[in-house]
């Protein structure tokens, strides 16, 4: 349902959200997007309205609208102001359940465009980003902290649901094994009958001494396919760590870069490896088109995108869940910032990065939780016992309790 009025089109998307679109060139945009990747997902019917003057009413609101452009644009419930039109980046941080407010603003800008197909050299068309779009959409969240998120994620997308050995039990170790190594890591916990469902392998599976590339390190993993048929017939599923070097400093909707990191990704995939671990690294690190969105947040969407392709590719259903980690956009090192898009919430598993040990890095990690949680973040992780320093026993039953909840 549309009003159009001057250069300002307002759309009812069910019954508790408001699209306020400028038109671009004189045109309206009705397509999805990164951001909005369905608009049409918002639940209830829309409200029934009237439009006298500048003045449209809908239930107990009033939008006032201006003459040219959105300045000016504002919203009163039964005559007292809830919101007021401002320039607004996109962003993936929403207010404390207990701040919720009356109506919640968030910018579908840039604009991003994504081809028929997806992240693959098989796309139809090509990606763009379109800067400086005026288009808001108004949460009625009504002061309502959870109606709030269930707007959101409606919106926005929801994280898929992982796969039941990603929520067991895992063994993580920066340490070069070897496949023999990795083989006995397997069969121990066997022996001591402890359950294991996740082995992740570090960087060093690699053959390029940086980290980087996907030449496979013969002589750690002579037979990777067999090291793969080992795991999985021990009920053990297998994560190999990637720091992605982007081609030639293209970014990531380049052509040149889609094709390589496809084919790359799925050649491990096509081997028996389970889930890639995207790493967002401090060497290198892929390129973002815009520097409204950061590079970690493509990273995440082309590594899922790819992974999903992969299960997809026999008859076009996905006949396995696709699983990824990668880093919380944007926590770094444990440090939360904000998280500054409305679309990494959408990935798999999310980690802190290399944390300490100390008892202050699991408080920080406690909190790091609860703000992802807010943030509509469901698979937050962390490095249990830290990726430096050396737990004492207290602390290391601490940590092991927190990534039990976690």
């Known amino acids: 349902m549309h009003i159009i009025y001057g250069d300002i089109r307002v759309s009812f998307l069910g019954e508790s959200v408001v ?5 671009r060139a004189g045109e309206f945009f009705d397509g999805d997007t990164f951001f909005i990747p369905d608009r049409n997902s918002a639940s209830g019917d829309p409200p029934a309205y009237s439009l006298e003057g500048n003045v449209l009413c809908f239930g107990e609101y009033e939008m006032f609208l201006p003459e040219e452009g959105l300045k000016g644009l504002r919203v009163e419930k039964n005559g007292k102001p809830v919101y007021r039109y401002r320039p607004l980046k996109n962003s ?5 359940p207990f701040k919720t407010p009356e109506v919640f603003a968030l910018s579908d800008s840039p604009r991003i465009l994504l081809p028929e197909g997806g992240y693959s050299a098989n796309r139809r068309g090509d990606y763009r980003v379109i800067s400086r779009v005026e288009d808001i959409y108004l949460l009625f969240a009504e002061g309502d902290g959870k109606r709030l998120r269930k707007l959101y994620v409606e919106l926005t997308g929801r994280c898929e649901l992982v796969r039941k050995a990603t929520l067991g039990s895992w063994n993580s170790k920066y340490y070069p094994y070897t496949q023999r190594e990795a083989m006995d890591v397997i069969a121990e916990y066997e022996q001591r009958g402890i359950p294991l469902d996740n082995l992740v392998i570090d960087t060093d599976w690699r053959k390029n001494e940086n980290g980087m590339g996907y030449r496979v390190n013969k002589e750690l993993f ?27 400093g293209a970014n990531v909707f380049a052509s040149r870069e889609i094709s390589y990191r496809e084919k790359n990704l799925k050649s491990l995939l096509q081997m028996g490896l389970d889930t890639w671990w995207y790493d967002r690294n401090w060497i290198t690190h892929l390129v973002s088109p815009t520097k409204s969105v950061q590079w970690e947040t493509f990273g995440l969407y082309l590594f899922h995108d790819i992974t999903e392709h992969f299960y ?19 926590i770094s090192n444990g ?40 943030n509509c973040i469901p698979y937050m ?15 290391f039953l601490r940590w092991m309790q927190y990534g039990k909840i976690a």
């Not at 290399?354 to 807010?374: F, K, M, N, P």
Request: with cysteine; proline share 6%; glycine share 8%.
């Open 19 to 23: 699209r306020i679109e400028r038109a």
């Open 92 to 96: 993936g941080e929403l207010p404390s």
């Open 222 to 248: 002579p037979d990777l396919p067999a090291f793969f048929d080992y795991a999985h017939s021990h009920g053990v599923e297998v994560m190999f760590n990637d720091h992605p070097e982007p081609v030639h």
């Open 312 to 330: 997809a590719a026999r008859d076009g259903h996905i006949h396995r869940r696709p699983v990824i980690m990668g880093n919380v956009v944007d």
């Open 335 to 374: 440090v939360y910032k904000a998280i500054s898009d409305s679309a990494s919430h959408r990935y798999s598993i999310q980690w802190t990065g290399d944390i300490d040990s100390t008892s202050c890095a699991l408080a920080q990690e406690i909190a790091s939780l609860v703000r992802c949680a807010d």
């Open 381 to 395: 992780n962390s490095d249990c016992g830290g990726h430096t320093g050396n737990p004492d026993k207290g602390q």
